[in-house]
């Protein structure tokens, strides 16, 4: 496993369901090598489309389980959101403030096929919505204004990272 480079147009392409009944891999399997490479890449969470692949399927991890999500939707969300800076694997020092909601009810399926509905708030609940995000084909720029945008790649090239605005548009 690999991450594609930011500009792949995989990361802007929104993700098929993966189906359990005509599997395009093993599910199990590829859960465990992804749940590694996320944290061999200092990750909190992973989306399949990071990868190159593209289906609904992403990794995150949280207290005392890791979660790999496969067909994962949001069922509800709080009105009480919260402003926080965020990373992404895909785009390497750049950290953006965006406005998410505090928690959030949601439903996937385990790697098994087993469907699950559950509630995450605080940090889970922000990197299910940030996994959500890339699996549907979004990125930074489709949750932030491009003043915030062009401030964090200015903070990013700072550290050595070398970000354009023009590469996000």
Do not use: W
Not at 45 to 71: D, K, T
Request: net charge positive; proline share 6%.
């Amino acid at each position: 496993m690999k991450l594609v480079s930011s500009n792949d147009p995989i990361l802007k392409t929104v993700c098929e369901d993966f189906d359990f009944y005509n599997p395009p891999f093993d599910p199990i399997e590829f859960s465990k090598e992804f749940v590694k490479f996320m944290y061999d890449s200092n990750g909190i969470g992973l989306a399949a489309n990071q990868i190159g692949l593209p289906y609904r399927i992403f990794a995150m991890r949280s207290h005392p389980e890791n979660f790999v999500c496969f067909n994962p939707r949001i069922v509800s969300s709080s009105s009480n959101e919260i402003v926080l800076e965020e990373g992404c694997l895909s785009y390497p020092g750049l950290l953006v403030k965006i406005k998410r909601p505090e928690n959030i009810r949601v439903r996937f399926q385990t790697p098994n096929g087993e469907t699950l509905t559950k509630q995450f708030i605080g940090m889970t609940a922000r990197t299910f919505q940030h996994e959500i995000m890339h699996i549907d084909g979004k990125t930074f720029k489709d949750f932030c204004s491009r003043l915030t945008l062009e401030r964090a790649c200015k903070k990013a090239n700072k550290l050595g990272y070398d970000y354009s605005i023009s590469s996000f548009y």
